[in-house]
């Protein structure tokens, strides 16, 4: 096909052709170009040029009539006409003939490579100032789907150059600074992918909440993959750790989170789409299998490797074929421009009755009136500074989300449009909540808070808080490794630009409570259960054939999400250390679980794991840890055992590990003890022969040392880790390890209230200090400080 100025196909044009063809065309062109000859698949197609456009605004002086009405939005017109009578002198004007022309031929050169008659397309709009570094104009002009035919395809042509002046485009260029009619558009038609009848998504090669770049996060849903940028499903979340991509044995996928996906997007007549509701099949099964979410994680990065900076990708799967497709790649233009080595973090000060909670958008936090809406209203009835209440948005919603101080919607995930313009604009949004809209009362002050973790929430009244600029760069180096303390996996990756040693504590129990939420014998034994019981296990386990598997499954990616925020260095993973009490509460655990007056001294910990009423729970934890270390290839996992009380009880406990093929010293594996029992200090030698390593508990050791409930306030007074009997004994402890040549760390809260106690740790030699991560700072500097002392 010969290039006239008005039709290019997409294997001649590159990245470098924005100006010409928009950045969505140019991208598709630099992918077929440079991605298709290494394995990526990408539709192939054409587009008009942004000449084609202007040539169609000297048609009848188009360009002038629009012009015109332009000119009456500073004096007060309102934007719905100005915007309807521009849209509507252009589906008047005709197309050129000449356009019209190039246009069906290009059509049918493409439908005779792909073999087909009149193939289905993909007609988008690209504007050629599109996805540019300082605006994203990604969503703001039409696309039409499932198009076949010359003159159905030439309309959808015609209507994409009107939805350049789509109210929400005007505005969005009028906020922008971008000048109305030197903005081109230029139409992309492509192959279509029948995903309608299959799956799609997106995907970004970085976590777009974190900036974490060692990952691929794939979102995906049944149908078009418009519910998932829209936020109208919850979808399917996959996380691929990168490392690992480079080893074929080794399975990357550390994150597979099956979403509700209660409806998907179809096509309907005319080339628009309609929603429809998924079956329950549908809901439970997970949209892409490991090895799927795997393929598409190396095309992602090999897109990333080519672009030289983080990518935002959409794919598609055809359900017809099965064929999976990148259909579109932009770079992403919020994570990656942020300095690197700049921490900015908030802290709530005070505290409130929380209302709602959801999926936390970035970290911040936004306070204000809450103004619950249904549909997008004039910008004169949202004040700016309110706290934007809805279901779900769309790009409609704009105008009104940059006056936000936050936003707070029913629906959406991660990669929702609110929570994609949230992240643009620097406004917290909590997302997905599922009833703010229905709790959350018009004009009442609230606080949004994505300071707190990976759960969003949303407290009643104006809750004070602060924020700091942390330079990590400017920390000090320490001798004493200062590492971090860790539970929640969806939360890890936000600390992952601290200069942490790694993770000196990352505790099983709180995953198994919250990633599994199941006794691990309810799942062995379901027989002990009530029916109401078994119900429950069977709703959360469902899309899983074993109930065995769903705690192996689930428990190893927690673990492993974990692992890989900090990799390569050194994870240490505490056994579940749940007492009695706590095990009870979860789903089918109290059958299986004694009552006892002292559970905090009961059976916990190393007793647990070999006794026969939990042997086989512990059998669980341990097959995951090996899928972690062995499946995933995550060997800087080392596994900790709690409340480990005499070495005839750590023999029987490493017996049972190594009876799971975990066996200490074999591919590497350590193994460590807590020491927080008395016994743990007086024969630490003997201890010292079983395991590689002691972690200090300090709040057990007080508590078992001194006598004193930790939890008891009448006593509080008495509970004191500097005691001196507590001091000895961390003194004796890291003395008599060292003589064994096994090095001692401590995890607790003492050494980020009190730089004394951190100064006395590094006097007494300890090797390691673990500390919560908002602690981290702190006692980085007071480690620091003490050791030049």
């Given amino acids: 096909m010969s290039l006239t100025g008005r039709v290019i196909p997409f294997s001649e044009l590159g990245r470098s052709d924005v100006s010409v063809v928009g950045g969505k065309n140019a991208s598709l062109g630099e992918l077929i170009r440079h991605l298709s000859p290494v394995g990526v698949n990408v539709p192939d197609g054409f587009a008009t040029t942004a000449d084609a456009y202007r040539e169609f605004l000297r048609t009848d002086a188009l360009g002038d009539r629009i012009a015109g009405h332009l000119a009456r939005l500073p004096s007060g017109a309102a934007l719905s006409e100005v915007g309807a009578a521009i849209r509507a002198d252009i589906l008047a004007t005709p197309l050129p003939t000449a356009l019209g022309d190039e246009v069906i031929q290009a059509y049918a050169r493409l439908a005779h490579e792909a073999g087909r008659t009149d193939p289905d397309v993909a007609v988008r709009s690209s504007a050629t100032a599109e996805d540019l570094p300082e605006a994203s104009f990604a969503g703001q002009q039409e696309t039409y789907l499932n198009v076949r035919g010359a003159e159905a395809l030439l309309d959808a042509c015609h209507r994409c150059y009107a939805s350049l002046f789509t109210d929400r485009a005007i505005d969005y260029r009028e906020r922008m600074r971008f000048d109305q009619l030197a903005v081109a558009l230029s139409v992309g038609v492509q192959l279509m992918v029948r995903s309608d009848l299959g799956c799609s998504g997106v995907m970004f090669t970085l976590d777009t909440e974190t900036g974490f770049p060692e990952v691929v996060v794939i979102n995906a849903a049944w149908g078009l993959g418009e519910s998932v940028v829209s936020g109208q499903v919850d979808p399917d979340e996959y996380v691929v750790f990168k490392p690992l991509l480079e080893n074929p044995v080794l399975n990357p996928v550390i994150r597979a989170a099956t979403g509700s996906k209660h409806i998907k997007v179809v096509y309907a007549e005319g080339g628009l789409t309609h929603t429809v509701d998924t079956g329950r099949a549908e809901r439970g099964a997970r949209v892409l299998d490991d090895s799927e979410a795997r393929s598409l994680a190396e095309w992602a990065v090999a897109v990333e490797r080519h672009y030289g900076t983080p990518m935002d990708l959409e794919w598609a799967k055809d359900g017809r074929t099965g064929e999976v497709f990148v259909v579109q790649a932009r770079p992403e233009t919020v994570r990656s ?453």
Wanted: contains cysteine; glycine residues 8%.
């Fill in 337 to 789: 421009r942020r300095a690197p080595a700049v921490l900015r973090r908030y802290k709530l000060t005070g505290t409130g009755e929380c209302l709602v909670t959801g999926v936390a958008v970035g970290e911040a936090v936004g306070a204000g009136p809450a103004c619950a809406l249904a549909t997008p209203v004039g910008l004169e009835r949202f004040p700016t500074g309110s706290v934007l209440v809805t279901s779900v948005t769309d790009p409609d919603w704009e105008p009104l989300m940059k006056r936000a101080a936050a936003i707070v919607t029913d629906h959406g995930g991660r990669t929702s449009h609110a929570a994609i313009v949230s992240r643009e604009l620097g406004v917290p949004a909590v997302v997905g909540t599922g009833n703010a809209t229905a709790i959350l009362a018009d004009s009442d002050p609230v606080t949004v808070s994505c300071a707190e973790g990976s759960e969003g929430r949303v407290y009643a009244g104006l809750v004070g808080y602060e924020e700091t600029d942390i330079d990590v760069t400017e920390l000090p180096a320490t001798h004493t490794r200062v590492m971090l303390n860790l539970a929640d996996p969806a939360a890890a990756f936000r600390w992952w630009q601290l200069p942490a040693d790694g993770v000196g504590l990352a505790r099983m129990e709180f995953m198994v409570a919250h990633q599994v939420k199941v006794h691990p014998m309810a799942l062995l034994r379901p027989g002990r259960l009530s029916a109401e019981e078994r119900r429950a296990v069977d709703e959360l386990t469902e899309g899983y054939a074993d109930h065995a598997e769903y705690f192996v499954d689930r428990l190893a990616r927690g673990v492993a999400t974990i692992a890989a925020s900090r990799w390569p260095a050194p994870v240490i993973l505490r056994t579940s250390d749940f007492k009695t009490n706590e095990y009870a509460k979860l789903v089918g655990g109290r059958p299986f679980e004694p009552t006892e007056a002292n559970p905090m001294i009961g059976w916990r910990g190393a007793s647990r794991y070999y006794s026969e009423g939990y042997r086989d729970g512990f059998a669980l934890e341990c097959q995951a840890i090996r899928r972690v270390r062995e499946g995933f290839g995550l060997t800087n996992v080392v596994v900790m055992i709690p409340f480990c009380r005499t070495p005839a009880e750590a023999d029987r406990v490493l017996e049972v590990m190594a009876q799971e093929e975990l066996r200490r010293g074999e591919h590497g594996l350590q193994v460590y003890v807590m020491a927080e029992i008395p016994a743990n200090i007086v024969l630490a030698r003997e201890f010292a022969e079983r395991f590689d390593g002691f972690s200090i508990g300090s709040n057990d050791l007080t508590q078992l040392t001194l006598g004193v409930d930790r939890d008891s306030e009448e006593l509080a007074g008495l509970f004191d880790e500097t005691n001196r009997a507590v001091t000895r004994s961390i003194e004796s402890l890291v003395s008599t390890a060292h003589d064994a040549g096994r090095p001692v760390g401590l995890c607790g809260q003492r050494p980020s209230d009190d730089p004394d106690f951190a100064a006395f740790l590094v006097a007494a030699g300890i090797d390691s200090i673990s500390v919560a991560p908002d602690s981290f700072v702190p006692v980085k500097q007071h480690v620091a400080a003490a050791e030049q002392q």
